[in-house]
């Protein structure tokens, strides 16, 4: 749980919830599921930015929970972590 230790260490509160999806549910609804019993304002994840024909076949768990969920839904992409490439 690296990612706990610094989240604390930048002064973030929250919880981290780890859960398996079942046959019965979807990953997005694990994930809404933990956030109404933790009660949370906000919901933060980040996205992989697939796009045409993979994000078809792979579909998106972020997208699947922005139309379904009751609070909001902040999504950060991949590519926010990383530094701009210096046109050529």
Known sequence: MAFATAMQ?????GQIVVDEA????DVST????????????????GTHGRRGFQRLILGSV??????QATLPVLLI???????PEKEA
């Open 22 to 25: 079942s046959s019965l549910d």
């Open 30 to 45: 694990a994930v809404l599921k933990a956030a109404a019993e933790f009660d949370a304002d906000l919901l933060v994840m």
């Open 62 to 67: 972020a997208k699947r929970c922005v139309r």
């Open 77 to 83: 992409p991949s590519a926010a972590g990383k530094a």
């Open 9 to 13: 260490a930048a002064g973030v509160k």
